[in-house]
């Protein structure tokens, strides 16, 4: 079987800072995939080549076997990829439930009217919002626009979902909404890769976890293993975040 | 050869022009589209002081610089500040000055042919022959384009050579951390406005020392303008002056060896190869 | 975006009847009052065209001149050759080319380049079609004789502004339409939802194209003698720009309140100071920007929504107009 998503020797350079250095790793169907590392350490910008905001400078990246790095970012979603982002995007000018059917209209699936509506109504309920649909996102909380980009991304039907930092800024009782969120999600089988800076969740959500630091990947494997490689902890412990 | 000459003594003053430009919009952000008019306005003045008071054209840059530096810090304290003040983001900024530029660029032209009317007009000054290589040019087309060079290289030396300058190159990489390290951003751009105004009218002044100009024509040197900044990259002193080259030599060549007719598609030529193949600039770096 | 509400129905049918009452106007005068009338009507086809694409983007073109000049061309050239309705039909192809190749060429970069391109684009063809005119023909202009007066252009300008209304209207109903509103929301969530920016604005400035010609062709036979200098006249983009500015470009019919004052302003200005033409549109330059930013239609909501504030204290806080 072919993997979901394969990065091979992936390489983003900008001039002479090398943001993302030869990573190459693979996410299985179906697997929820913690990518992590210090503050800098190029997790965003691997999820920016992912998803087409940035073309690699070098290296592929193949979504079921079809390489898309090269391919601009619409084309990406197309195929299957879709994404949250770091500092939360919503369209402020449409309510809830147009911002959802955005994923719909556009994304993979590619509905119209009504289906694209319906579709909408249901990832809303999903993400807890479902009484809401109608409100401007401009007037409302934090969280509450996070779950709104998580609806609209799911709202494609991805083959491969990004979280970049989703769970970021969330309060304890929201945090624990939101991880069994996402647990839901993986359990439905829904292949996920998750930059997250939140060590409980990734732990007790992620099947295996990819760990960068300046820009290399420098370890990957099972959860606790990884966590407790000597490398990792010294790349975490000269971070004042960890 | 003598087209390659001819186009380089015509890149002279199209190269202030740019950087005057370039100093308007990689500084002040402000995308000048009355820059032609500043131009304009300048070969009146040169004209109406030569004709009236015999004033020497080089003379008369010593008149015209300051007062365009004057105007131009005017315009810009007055009626571009403000803008820059209310914009929320670069892209209201940018409609917001090229919509008031229009405003200016008419209005100059309109009072322009209020006072001056609408004919072509040029005078004789320095009409000599002078030999480069063994073909004869027009002493004043060499006289206007040594005079660009120097004044060109004074602004390259105040930009990379003196403090003021450094301030100015820092407001244009990024204003925001100008800011930071206790530069007046606000000043800085004011004055690159002015000093920016003041190369066109340099230029302007050069230029109607050979060529016959009119009122209306302000618009096609804008053009040109923007095509060199957009060529050289924004804010690039050595790509303007290399872009003017350019520019220069392919209109020369285009105008004496197929037609007059299409220089303005030369130009668009470049503009079309720059927007395919280079949208950063010949020395930019690819956007990140 | 899928059955028509019945306020949707309203505004139709209301749009249907004003277009109805506009068309009986030559049964009343043929003179002067028809003669600006044309103007007027040309001037509403020409702004909600601009306001079509650069409503929703904000990207200033300039290009209008360059269309309206080659519909007028199409007209002059096929005339005496092929029948009148085809000659629309050429001139909207080939708006709609030229459209696509600006837009090709400059609506994958940025904005800016974008205006630059516009800004001398009609310049450029100009000298183009002057050019081949000196190299291939001996005459510098080109004469239309039909049987059209007064009269037809400005039934047929009007359905073309109806036209325009109407796609304008299907548009923001289509997935393009959608498309447009997120892309002015946000145009990198755009992009990664799936949205083919570039070509939507593409598509967009091609259909506005399109009908631009169209208007340049429809007025062709008002000529009689077209010269390149008068159907690639670059004061046809400018007064565009400031018309559909003055309106307001947030509502679709918002140019329409810019058109009919500005139309009969210039009129006047033209014929009794030619000479401040200029200053006149350099000043209404100004005044958008520094008066009325968002246009007539724009101070008008405001009003209203402080109107309604103030009778309804309780109601939700409106947006703060900028």
């Known amino acids: 079987m072919t993997a979901a998503l394969s990065i091979r020797a992936a390489r983003k350079a900008f001039g002479g800072l090398v943001a993302v250095n030869d990573v190459s790793f693979e996410v299985k169907q179906g697997e929820l995939l913690g990518l992590i590392g210090p503050n800098g350490s190029g997790k965003t910008t691997m999820l920016n080549l992912i998803s087409g905001a940035l073309p690699p400078t070098a290296g592929e990246i193949l979504l079921d076997g079809k390489r898309i790095s090269g391919l601009p970012a619409h084309a990406i979603a197309r195929q299957g990829v879709s994404r949250t982002f770091q500092l939360v995007r919503v369209l402020p000018s449409l309510d809830a439930e147009e911002n959802v059917m955005s994923g719909a209209v556009f994304g993979r699936v590619r509905l119209w009217g009504e289906d694209a509506r319906r579709i909408a109504r249901v990832l809303l309920d999903r993400v807890g919002l479902g009484d809401r649909a109608h409100m401007p996102v401009a007037a409302m909380t934090y969280i509450d626009q996070k779950r709104v980009e998580l609806a609209r991304a799911l709202a494609a039907d991805p083959r491969v979902l990004l979280l970049d930092e989703w769970l970021a800024g969330l309060n304890p009782s929201e945090l624990q909404i939101g991880i069994s969120l996402i647990d839901e999600l993986h359990r439905e089988g829904r292949t996920i890769v998750m930059v997250e800076h939140v060590m409980d969740a990734i732990r007790s959500l992620c099947d295996r976890c990819v760990v960068m630091s300046s820009g290399r990947m420098i370890a990957e494997g099972g959860v606790s293993e990884t966590l407790s490689d000597p490398e990792v902890v010294r790349a975490y412990l000269g971070d004042d975040d960890a | 050869m003598n087209i390659i000459v001819t186009g380089i003594l015509l890149s002279g003053t199209y190269a202030l022009v740019a950087l005057g430009l370039t100093l308007q919009y990689g500084v002040a952000r402000i995308m000048n589209l009355g820059n032609g008019e500043t131009l304009v306005a300048a070969c009146f003045v040169a004209f109406w002081l030569y004709t009236g008071f015999s004033i020497n054209p080089l003379v008369g840059l010593l008149i015209i610089a300051p007062a365009a530096f004057a105007i131009n810090w005017g315009i810009y304290a007055v009626a571009l500040q403000p803008l820059v003040k209310r914009a929320k983001n670069r892209g209201q900024l940018e409609v917001d000055s090229i919509l008031a530029t229009f405003g200016l660029l008419f209005l100059m032209q309109g009072l322009m042919i209020l006072f001056f009317g609408g004919e072509y007009r040029s005078y004789t000054f320095l009409a000599e022959r002078f030999e480069i290589f063994g073909n004869a040019y027009g002493l004043n087309r060499v006289v206007a384009f040594v005079a660009a060079a120097i004044i060109a290289a004074g602004l390259w030396f105040f930009l990379y050579r003196t403090r003021q300058g450094t301030a100015l190159r820092a407001v244009a990489v990024d204003p925001t951390s100008a800011n930071l390290v206790a530069i007046d951003v606000a000043r800085t751009a004011a004055f690159a406005f002015a000093l920016g105004g003041a190369l066109t009218a340099c230029g302007g002044a050069l230029l109607s020392t050979f060529y016959t100009f009119n009122a209306s024509m302000g618009v096609v040197f804008t053009m040109k303008a923007l095509i060199i900044v957009i060529m050289g990259g924004v804010g690039d002193v050595r790509g303007a002056v290399l872009a003017a080259l350019i520019l220069g030599i392919s209109e020369t060549f285009v105008a004496s060896v197929i037609d007059p007719g299409l220089t303005l598609a030369a130009t668009y030529g470049l503009f079309i190869l720059v927007l395919l193949f280079r949208p950063q600039g010949i020395f930019g770096r690819a956007p990140t | ?322």
């Open chain 3, 1 to 322: 975006m899928m059955g028509l509400t019945p306020q949707e129905t309203k505004s139709l049918g209301l749009g249907a009847l004003l277009i109805a009452l506009a068309a009986l106007l030559p049964l009343f005068d043929d003179g002067f009052y028809l003669s600006i009338s044309v103007n007027i009507v040309l001037y509403a086809a020409l702004c909600t065209s601009w306001a079509l694409f650069s409503g929703p983007t904000h990207y200033v073109s300039l290009a209008t001149a360059a269309f309206y000049g080659l519909g007028t061309y199409s007209v002059g050239l096929g005339i005496e050759l092929l029948p009148y309705p085809l000659l629309l039909l050429i001139a909207a192809a080939i708006g709609a080319v030229m459209a696509g190749l600006v837009g090709a060429a400059t609506l994958r970069i940025s904005g800016v380049y974008f205006v630059i391109f516009t800004f001398g684009l009609a310049e450029l063809v100009r000298q183009l079609v002057t050019w081949t005119q000196t190299k291939f023909s001996t005459a510098m202009g080109l004469y239309v004789f039909t049987e059209m007066t007064e009269s037809h252009i400005y039934w047929m300008l009007l359905a073309l502004t109806g036209a325009v209304f109407l796609t304008s209207f299907l548009i923001a109903r289509s997935r393009l339409g959608f498309a447009m509103t997120v892309i002015g929301n946000d145009e990198t969530v755009a992009r990664h939802v799936g949205i083919d920016t570039a070509r939507s604005k593409i598509i967009l400035f091609m259909i506005s194209g399109a009908f631009i010609a169209i208007a340049g062709a429809i007025t062709a036979p008002r000529y009689i003698y077209i010269e390149p200098p008068s159907a690639f006249n670059p004061m046809i983009s400018f007064l565009v720009v400031i018309m559909a500015l003055l309106g307001g470009t947030k509502r679709l019919w918002g140019p329409l309140v810019g058109v009919i004052p500005f139309t009969i302003v210039m009129d006047f200005i033209s014929s009794n100071f030619p000479n401040h033409t200029m200053i006149v549109v350099g000043l209404a330059f100004l005044a958008i920007v520094y008066l009325i930013p968002h246009g007539v239609t724009g101070l008008l909501e405001n009003a209203q929504a402080r109107w309604t504030k103030r009778s309804a204290p309780a109601a939700v806080a409106e947006e703060k107009p900028a």
